[in-house]
């Protein structure tokens, strides 16, 4: 196992570890959620490591703020499409629905 990989495996175990507590936090502490997102970007960049889907949806691309469905956001789906959009910022991401199931399995 060379050094690149024990950073990366490193970095994804952070980011994981970072959205976690987003989630736990959101309720109390919303503005400590988008910090905690935030520095999960930022160790994926440093490190070149990408978010993986499950939390890629739970971000807004543009402000870079935790999205919690039905609080800050709100999920759509139209067709085949998932829309969810911040309400923070009014950014929409849109994503196949099949795309989120082929993720999943």
């Not at 930022?42 to 070149?48: A, D, L, P, Q, S």
């Not at 609080?71 to 849109?94: D, V």
Request: aromatic letters at 6%.
């Amino acid at each position: 196992m060379g050094k690149k990989d024990v950073i990366g495996q490193i970095a994804r175990e952070r980011i994981c570890r970072l959205f976690e507590l987003a989630g736990k936090e959101f309720k109390e502490h919303p503005e400590r959620s988008d910090c905690y997102v935030q520095l999960a970007l930022k160790i994926g960049k440093r490190c070149n490591e990408s978010i993986p889907w499950e939390l890629k949806k739970n971000y807004c691309k543009k402000c870079k703020s935790y999205l919690k469905e039905g609080r800050n956001s709100k999920i759509r789906i139209e067709g085949s499409i998932l829309k969810i959009t911040c309400n923070k910022c009014g950014f929409t991401r849109k994503t196949s629905v099949s795309g989120e199931k082929n993720q999943q399995e």
